[in-house]
């Protein structure tokens, strides 16, 4: 059995939410509240405390998401998933740095919202598909910009470099100063967007 405790403020949605979910066989709700101070205060009195809690975020006094740690130190082993209007990136790390498990859209049906709850108490971490997005493009590296293609003496400098030479040696080559040959050699790994002379030998710049 799950013992489900709610927190939304929103008297219609947490009808709706306690009106589906209590009815479900899986489900024992044994908390309901407005807020999370309202939560937090009738927890101690309970015999079967909230082992799965569904939040939101935009709450009275504190949100969804400031709510997480005092909840978590009061209920160390039940599970946090918020149902939120919010799906902006930030809230939705915020929520997950701060110890929820989950991410639910306040628009996901509610046989949805069942579901994604069962999978918590199996062990999983159902999100959104908007909200997996996020979570996505923020593990996703950032695209490389096009390359800038090389002068014909920074490609001279880049020949040297593969050839071993020294900047010194380099410079004596081309006929130029060391200085010289650093500026160019700067030129050259911004538009290669590497960082030091290894970086441009192993990625194998040859013109």
Known sequence: MIYLGIIEDQPT????????LCAQPEFSCVLSAASVEEFLAAVPTMIHRPTLILSDIGLPGLS???????????????EVVMLSVYSDAQRVFDSLRAGAVGYLEKDTPLPVIKENLLQVAAGGSPMSPGI????IRYFQPAPRLALEPLTAREQDIVRGIEDGLSYQRI?????????TVRSHIRQVYRKLQVNSKAELLARGYRR
């Open 64 to 78: 969804g998401i400031e709510g997480l740690v005092p909840l978590r130190q009061l209920l160390p082993t039940a």
């Open 171 to 179: 410079a004596d080559r081309l006929f130029l100063s060391i200085d």
């Open 13 to 20: 949605i947490r009808e709706a939410l306690t009106g589906y």
């Open 132 to 135: 997996a997005r996020h979570v």
